[in-house]
């Protein structure tokens, strides 16, 4: 493999009361992927963004192809080959694919204001076909999957002749067959000489695509190392300081099985079909299946967030009617959702007004007076015990990272002290440290006597964390499985066995 023809050297970058990078050493080949790996908040984005032009190191410096650079935005890094695509897609959705992949920079005629769209049309054509990208050069971004998404971003790197591809978490949101595929793309950057630096949490799945990994950790370098001759285990311990030994904690089985939520016969029509089960108390039980299979949309018809045609909930003995949201709360049932930016918080909020969401009355006199000191109590006590990473309550929930963002919504239901959580990819974009602490806290939370139905895209977890697990595909039920039995081979027979 080819000589570095990156190299960033002692970056420092500090923002107000907080120390996000110190002394940080990061080097790149061509034609590597090289994994940048490290807990949430341990300063990779940050890196990253300093790398890509949106902010500017304090100290340090970069250079690139025997240049020494300083980025002042991101253009100037794009203009120079360097481009990231963040988890969340800086895409235009009621553009068109064409439209997305050339804006600020459309083909003209000659020197002509005249859009030579011809020419820009076959261009687009072209790279979609190095992608294998069967899909209109007209088609909007936003009838388009995530996973075309991912593959449009990555067109338009292709199309500024990127040197350097910086991929956020590009398959947090993706199948295994669409994972896959990106595969077969990076594989293609590679060997015409990208450097890709590929930031993710699944460090099984590295494993496929990652030459070297850097390791960091509380906004410092830790390790550098080759891919292929370091254990999953060793990253583990480097990335969080110290060694978590099994992942998955062990907590004592069940004793009884008393029912908490019965579901009988649930109907949506074209979404949900015949769905019954029992959920127990003390029990955390697994909902798993291939994406589109329906889990999302049961947690969301039990909790009244989507209506349903038909069927029964019966809750401690009794038949209930769940109309809406603030009815599944007034029952006890809470729901963290898959999507925590969009459904889950307000970004602009601080972190003790996103956790006190819904709780303010608990908090408040007949009179409608807010106890504010109890408030900021018992945030803070949430903060400490989730151990979010936050300079303070006060923050905006925009500027913590995504994991302590996920963490910010489990102290809300966790304040709300609801007896059944329905939790929805708990854990997707969360570093394996924080994993482990909300592996940790689901194991109290059930020890107390709560109830938790856990949806998950991760097979390990669903093993290593539930007590039953149903299996789903099209809409349905198609398999139980205790998790003394399970296999992930049993679960995919079920997750894909034909009507």
Not at 159 to 187: C, G, H, Q, Y
Not at 285 to 301: D, N, P, Q, S, V
Not at 482 to 490: G, L, R
Request: aromatic share 6%; proline share 3%.
């Amino acid at each position: 493999m080819s000589e570095t023809f990156l190299q960033m050297s002692n970056i420092t970058k500090r923002f107000p009361g907080v120390l996000a990078l110190s002394n940080v050493s990061f080097n790149l080949r061509p034609g590597e992927v090289h994994a940048l790996l490290g807990e949430n908040g341990a300063g990779k984005s940050t890196l990253m963004k300093i790398l890509s032009g949106v902010y500017q190191p304090d100290e340090g410096e970069i250079v690139f192809e025997n240049n020494k650079v300083a980025f002042s935005d991101p253009l100037s890094a794009q203009h120079a080959g360097i481009t990231i695509i963040h988890q969340e897609f800086n895409l235009f959705p009621d553009l068109t694919v064409e439209e997305n992949i050339y804006i600020g920079r459309e083909f003209r005629k000659n020197t002509s204001w005249r859009l030579d769209e011809k020419s820009q049309r076959q261009a687009v054509i072209d790279i979609l076909a190095q992608l294998n990208l069967s899909i209109s050069p007209q088609t909007r971004v936003a009838d388009l999957t995530v996973a075309q998404q991912q593959m449009v971003e990555i067109a338009k790197a292709i199309s500024v002749n990127a040197k350097v591809l910086i991929m956020d978490e590009p398959t947090a949101a993706l199948t295994e067959s669409e994972i896959e595929s990106l595969f077969k793309v990076t594989r293609l950057l590679k060997s015409r000489g990208t450097g890709i630096v590929y930031i993710s949490h699944r460090l099984e799945e590295l494993a496929l695509i990652a030459d070297r990994a850097t390791v960091m950790r509380d906004g410092q370098f830790i390790a550098t190392v080759d891919y292929e001759t370091v254990q999953i285990s060793e990253l583990i311990a480097m990335m969080v300081g110290r060694d978590l030994g099994n992942i998955y904690p062990k907590r004592p089985p069940q004793t009884e099985k008393v029912p908490v939520l019965e579901v009988k016969n649930l109907q949506r029509k074209e979404v949900l079909n015949d769905i019954s089960f029992t959920l127990h108390r003390g029990e955390i039980l697994g909902l798993a299946g291939l994406m589109g299979a329906g889990r999302t949309e049961l947690a969301r018809a039990i909790f009244g967030a989507d209506p349903i045609d038909c069927g029964t909930l019966t809750l401690n003995g009794k038949n209930i009617v769940i109309k809406d949201v603030a009815d599944a709360i007034r029952q006890g049932i809470s729901y963290l959702t898959e999507d925590r930016k969009k459904e889950g918080l307000a970004l602009g909020l601080s972190v003790e007004e996103n956790i006190m969401l819904g709780n303010y009355p608990e908090f408040s006199s007949r009179l409608g007076n807010v106890d504010e000191k109890s408030c900021e109590k018992t945030s803070s006590e949430l903060v400490k015990a989730l151990r979010i990473k936050t300079p303070h309550l006060q923050q905006a929930a925009l500027n913590l990272s995504g994991g302590n963002q996920q963490k910010i919504i489990i102290a809300r239901w966790v304040c709300k002290d609801t007896d059944i959580l329905i939790f929805d990819e708990p854990t997707r974009g969360i570093d394996v440290g924080a994993k482990l602490e909300i592996y940790e806290l689901m194991n109290r939370l059930v020890a107390k006597g709560k109830s938790i139905i856990m949806i998950s895209s991760e097979l390990p977890e669903v093993l290593g964390m539930c007590d039953r697990i149903l299996v789903m595909r099209g809409g349905r039920i198609t398999g139980e499985v205790q998790a003394q039995s399970a296999t992930q081979e049993k679960i995919m027979q079920y997750a894909t066995l034909e009507d």
